[in-house]
């Protein structure tokens, strides 16, 4: 397995190893049109910069934010991001992604409404405009881990890719009925997260949970499986029921995978010869109904699921439990080109691209260069925020990003995740975060020794 460094001191360097992969990227020299002002639901954003949304691990057991969930998002509205996109959040217990997951229920509702209040607050404090704020609302599916003790996997069909010679016990795919009961738990999340100040909800169709698994039931009897009206009814009507609250002042939008990452027919946005390569016609009907027929007019645009290919939604250096089995640039080409493709059809739809922390320092090179290419309208930067939350103020006065101001894509904040504790950076942020890698560290030592 060939290992990856990044030794790149210039965009030039960066250029002359794409034009070695025969692969495109758009870079840019100039990040001011990262500060362009940019038009959402009616509201005039600053700039084009986003937070991606990041499971922090860290809520308290009932679901409510922490005062490390506090710490982060307040990092993040300090730093100047024009759009603030909410982690993962929970619509149903038993879909909780683990006990340390935020939950939005009536009880919880008092401390989220002073919660998205104080990130406001602080936005408009520090930079003169509060971050809009979406939020995330998702069933995590096979991914489900509602207790500490063991997984409880609600898929929606049994995918060999994943499961190998383990597979699920069939009582874990999810029956026709509880993905019924789930359209109208959305539409309850929509109107929860509205009351708490939320400027819009993510139906969230991505990364393997339910909603993005469903995408590539294609084998799947019933009325969610097989064919593309079946595979996307419960994204549709939950948006439906969602719509209810929808207004000029609360959106409704979706993170969509265009591109899971497995073989057809495991796995939807690839070609139906077996091999890992695009097919962008599925994703691109799932946008024209979202858009064109549902009234979605903002998207973010992702892919993969990082449970198990995370190289595919994240490339990363190093991972200390995956292989990366593709040269980073050509993980970010995949990303970009297929923003490209969804902007370049759908031209009035705003569309958010992911993924650029890889980059290090030249994340925003990135960023700016698929705006000005026409790729995309916007950038959430994800794994940079946790390592430096105040990247785009730093971007905004000098035009660049010190190299020891960014993230070195070295995936310790996916294996605190992983591991049960709060994500973070260990590099850039240490202090807070280092303790709990090492705590880490000794739990793998002591499970490996007895
Ligand atoms: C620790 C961690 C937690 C994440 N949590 C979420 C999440 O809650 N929802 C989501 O859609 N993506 C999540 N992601 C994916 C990020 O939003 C983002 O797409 C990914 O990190 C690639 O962007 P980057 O290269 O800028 O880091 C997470 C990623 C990491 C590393």
Redesign the pocket.
């Known amino acids: 397995m060939k290992q990856y460094d990044f030794s790149y001191k210039t965009l030039e360097d960066i250029r002359e190893r794409l034009k070695d992969l025969t692969i495109c990227l758009p870079l840019s020299e100039e990040t001011d049109i990262l500060f362009k002002p940019l038009m959402l639901n009616k509201r005039l954003l600053q700039n084009r910069i986003g937070i ?4 922090g691990f860290d809520a308290c057991p009932d679901g409510t934010p922490s005062e490390l969930t506090r710490r982060r998002y307040l990092r993040y509205a300090r730093g100047g991001a024009a759009l603030i996109w909410f ?2 959040v929970t619509i149903v217990p038993e879909g909780r992604s683990s006990p340390r997951q935020l939950v939005l229920t009536k009880e919880t509702l008092p401390q989220f409404q002073r919660f998205v209040e104080e990130i406001k607050e602080t936005g408009l404090k520090e930079n003169g405009y509060a971050p809009f704020l979406v939020m ?1 609302a ?1 069933h995590s599916g096979r991914y489900s881990h509602p207790n500490p003790q063991t997984p409880q996997p609600i898929a929606a069909f049994h995918n060999p890719v994943i499961e190998g010679d383990r597979p699920l016990d069939s009582s874990c795919i999810a029956s026709d009925d509880y993905l019924a009961s789930l359209e109208d738990k959305f539409g309850e999340s929509a109107k929860l997260c509205r009351k708490a100040g939320f400027d819009g909800i993510d139906i ?1 169709s ?2 393997g949970y339910l909603l993005g698994e469903l995408a590539g039931a294609f084998n799947r009897p019933g009325i969610y499986g097989g064919n593309f009206e079946n595979r996307f009814r419960l994204l549709f009507n939950s948006l439906r029921h969602a719509q209810c609250v929808q207004s000029d002042s609360f959106m409704i939008t979706v ?1 969509l995978n265009i591109f899971d990452g497995f073989p057809y027919p495991y796995g939807y946005g690839v070609v139906r010869d077996g091999s890992l390569n695009t097919d962008y016609s599925e994703p691109l009907e799932a946008v024209r109904i979202l858009h064109r027929e549902l009234g979605v007019s903002f998207i973010n645009i ?1 892919m993969g699921d ?1 449970h198990i290919r995370p190289y595919i ?3 990363f250096l190093r991972d200390d439990k995956f292989l990366q089995m593709e040269d980073p640039l050509a993980g970010l080409a995949r990303m970009y080109n297929g923003s490209a493709v969804i902007k370049r059809n759908f031209p009035e739809l705003v569309v958010s691209a ?5 980059l290090h320092q030249f ?1 925003p090179n990135l960023a700016a260069g698929a705006i000005q290419a026409g790729a995309c309208d916007q950038v ?5 925020a ?1 390592a430096n939350p105040c990247f785009p103020r730093d971007i905004k006065e000098s035009g660049f990003l010190e190299p020891e101001k960014a ?1 070195i894509a070295c ?1 310790k ?2 294996s ?2 992983r591991g049960g504790m709060p ?1 973070g950076c260990i590099v850039r942020d240490a202090e807070v975060y280092l303790p709990y890698y090492k705590s880490l560290m000794d739990k793998n030592k002591q499970r490996k020794q007895t």
């Open positions: 991606a949304p990041m499971e982690e993962s995330q998702n969230k991505c990364h993170r992702t990082p939604t994240r490339p992911s993924a650029p922390s890889y994340a959430c930067f994800g794994r940079l946790f993230c995936s904040c996916s605190l995740g994500a």
